[in-house]
């Protein structure tokens, strides 16, 4: 390569994570995926709604709203203006935007922990809605998922000031300088944490904590103590999750290059070149590996060799930032970053329904990971706060919340029959 294309190279990958951190910084709403869970007996949506709200929906429901954070609590009456802060917490929040989803805690799931982007708060919800707690004020912004222990009482929490914190939920700390509060404190994690973090279990070090950053580095930290037990260097920034199955950890960085690393001892089992950045969770199912990239290719990669399953990429022709999902029949789901849905077949790569000539679409750009619910109808979740309904190889894409498009969910449900 001639020094000035490799000097030009080295310097985009250098200028990636500050174009991301642009990214995140004019449009802090977040791409928080939706997640299905039980409110009194009820099947509720979790999800972020109304760009920086998250909201527990029963589309079922006239009156959907069972609970808005840090808008409404379970049992309030929705007001114009309201400045009454949310039951438990001392001071009305001024939420900016939620990107990890809500992780539940405690016996039964009783509370979910989310962190606001911009303010760094780490809160536990009441999952039915009646009250809130601050367990952290990290003072800088959290993007990154939070990932819970078997003991569902211990917390991970990586943020952008290059440390993550765990925390006894039962005790937290008072503040971000009582040290002695927290269970402990990994300050040497190389660049800001954008991608959420993995557990996984290792004979020679016990359960560790994969933590990825935007330096394009991988640590495995003990969860026991914090203390590393090796590192990993990639390419470029790392904001994608990381996914772990079967002693394995997966994680696409902005090199264009995707990585199979060992836990136990960070070395690269297999890695893959794509067309463009990662920057999306891969989904692992019977043995394979499926991701997408910012050129909008998705790929299929024999999870123990990295062999290619496809004959070769399939284009969507729109950028891939959503997890790709698979129906209860074995249909890979694909929803690009301007909202067009496709069906591919995962065995083979080849579209088996919809059409990126004639696409069936959001309104909005999509961020979110879409949530399959248990009559296989597909959720979906906007930019805007904005959800929608369809059916897996429908022609129709219908809006749920903040409105309802009843006349389209009729027809929709219709094709079914």
């Not at 174009?19 to 939706?34: I, Q, R, Y």
């Not at 935007?214 to 914090?226: E, F, I, K, P, Q």
């Not at 002693?247 to 090199?255: E, H, I, K, M, S």
């Not at 989904?283 to 299929?300: F, K």
């Amino acid at each position: 390569m001639p020094r000035r294309r490799r000097w030009l190279g080295l310097a985009l990958l250098v200028a990636i994570p500050i174009l991301a951190a642009c990214t995140v910084s004019n449009d802090p709403d977040g791409w928080a995926p939706p997640v299905v869970t039980e409110i009194d007996g009820r099947t509720v949506i979790l999800a972020r709604v109304d760009n920086n709200l998250l909201g527990a929906i029963d589309v079922d429901q006239a009156d959907p709203i069972v609970w808005l954070f840090p808008g409404i609590a379970a049992g309030q009456p929705a007001s114009v203006d309201d400045e009454r802060p949310f039951p438990g917490l001392d001071d009305p929040v001024d939420a900016q935007g939620f990107y990890g989803p809500p992780v539940p805690i405690g016996a039964d799931d009783a509370e979910l922990v989310i962190a606001d982007h911009s303010e760094g708060i780490v809160y536990a919800i009441r999952r039915d809605g009646s009250s809130a707690r601050i367990l952290l004020d990290t003072e800088d912004r959290v993007i990154a998922g939070i990932v819970v222990a078997d003991d569902a009482r211990t917390i991970f929490v990586a943020s952008t000031d290059d440390h993550v914190y765990a925390i006894d939920t039962a005790r937290p700390p008072t503040n971000i300088d009582d040290r002695k509060g927290f269970t402990w404190i990994a300050d040497d994690i190389d660049g800001r944490v954008w991608g959420t973090p993995a557990l996984a279990e290792s004979s020679a070090h016990g359960t560790l904590l994969l933590v990825p950053t935007m330096n394009g580095s991988v640590t495995a930290l003990r969860t026991s103590d914090g203390v590393a037990a090796w590192s990993f260097e990639s390419g470029g920034g790392i904001a994608s999750d990381i996914t772990v199955v079967d002693g394995l950890a997966y994680v696409g960085a902005f090199d264009g290059i995707f990585y199979a690393l060992d836990v136990e001892s960070g070395d690269v089992h297999w890695r893959a070149q794509g067309s463009n950045w990662f920057w999306t969770s891969a989904l692992v199912a019977n043995g394979v590996v499926y991701v997408g990239d910012l050129d909008g290719d998705i790929w299929a990669w024999d999870a123990q060799t990295g062999a290619s399953i496809w004959a070769g990429a399939f284009h969507a022709l729109e950028r891939i930032r959503a997890g790709l999902t698979l129906t209860a029949a074995g249909e890979l789901v694909v929803i690009t970053r301007e909202g067009t849905l496709l069906g591919v077949d995962p065995s083979t790569g080849e579209r088996i329904w919809g059409d990126p000539a004639n696409p069936l679409q959001t309104s909005n750009r999509v961020l979110a990971t879409p949530l399959i619910l248990a009559d296989d109808s597909v959720v979906l979740s906007d930019d805007q706060g904005v959800l929608w309904r369809t059916r897996v190889g429908s022609g129709r894409v219908c809006e749920i919340f903040p409105e309802r498009n009843s006349d389209c969910e009729r027809l929709l449900d219709a094709d079914q029959s």
